[in-house]
């Protein structure tokens, strides 16, 4: 049987994380899209990453499926992918959930503090 640990270590070895200083450099790129996958009370309470999308990791399958009426077109499949949550952890589940449906590059950025630490900009709730 399968822990948590066990899930979050094949998603660590499958998605790469990256520092928040990295991340940071990558934040104008054109072709990035920065994802925030914590829920909206979380988001709330802390601000996110200017510009990011807003897609609960629950939700991320109905969100990255371009069939799906639920699809967020933000959401695309040849986009580099940056992904935060609020330690890391989320960020790279629902990594390894979108390098299963296709996504080509898809990155974990770690927790939303390290980004804040770093200087990195923000935006309200």
């Known amino acids: 049987m399968k822990s948590a640990k066990d899930y979050l270590e094949a998603a660590n070895a499958e998605v ?3 520092k928040a200083a990295e991340a940071i450099a990558h934040h104008r790129d054109a072709d990035a899209t920065f994802v ?6 979380d988001i709330a309470k802390t601000g996110t990453i200017a510009g990011a999308v807003r897609v609960p ?12 009426p639920y699809h967020n077109a933000a959401l695309k499949k040849d986009a580099k992918l940056y992904l ?14 979108l390098t299963e449906m296709g996504f080509s590059s898809v990155t974990n ?16 709730a």
């Open 36 to 41: 925030d996958v914590r829920d909206s009370a």
């Open 84 to 97: 935060v949550c609020g330690a890391g952890g989320q960020a790279a589940l629902a990594g390894k959930t």
């Open 109 to 124: 950025v770690g927790g939303i503090g390290d980004w804040k630490e770093a200087g990195g900009a923000m935006e309200d």
């Open 57 to 68: 990791r629950g939700f991320i399958e109905f969100a990255a499926d371009d069939a799906s």
């Open 16 to 18: 790469p994380r990256i």
